[in-house]
């Protein structure tokens, strides 16, 4: 099965910078996306940036320009370069994956367990 170990949480004032990042281990075949979710207490949980096996990444509108996501295929790890933090960025992140896990099967998701990010003002 696939495990997801997130790190790089913390606290940061706004303006600041954290880099966040997510090791995929376990038993699977292949990885096909991976990235990062987040969600503040009373919000719904939102997509933050994800990148593909194809090395496509998507982003929120609202951290385009400030957040850059990374992969590296070798190790099966990404990394959430965050700048220009702001506030409204406090939030847990979880780290997720969509792997398969034998040649046979369909795509299934995996998650972290999160890690907090606070920006303070």
């Known amino acids: 099965q696939v495990q997801l170990v997130e790190s790089g949480g913390g606290l940061v004032q706004a303006g600041g910078s954290l880099k966040l990042s997510c090791a995929a281990s376990?038993?699977?075949?292949?990885?096909?996306?991976m990235g990062w979710y987040r969600q503040a207490p009373g919000k719904q949980r939102e997509l933050v940036a994800q990148?593909?096996?194809?090395?496509?990444?998507n982003y929120a509108d609202s951290v385009k320009g400030r957040f850059t996501i990374s992969r590296d295929i070798t190790k099966n790890t990404i990394d959430l370069q965050m700048n220009s933090l702001k506030p409204d960025d406090t939030a847990v992140y979880y780290c997720?994956?969509?792997?398969?896990?034998?040649?046979?099967?369909?795509?299934?998701?995996?998650w972290g367990q999160g890690t907090q990010v606070t920006v303070s003002s």
């Open positions: 376990g038993t699977f075949f292949d990885i096909n996306a």
């Open positions: 997720y994956t969509i792997a398969r896990t034998t040649a046979w099967s369909t795509n299934h998701d995996y």
């Open positions: 990148i593909t096996s194809g090395s496509t990444t």
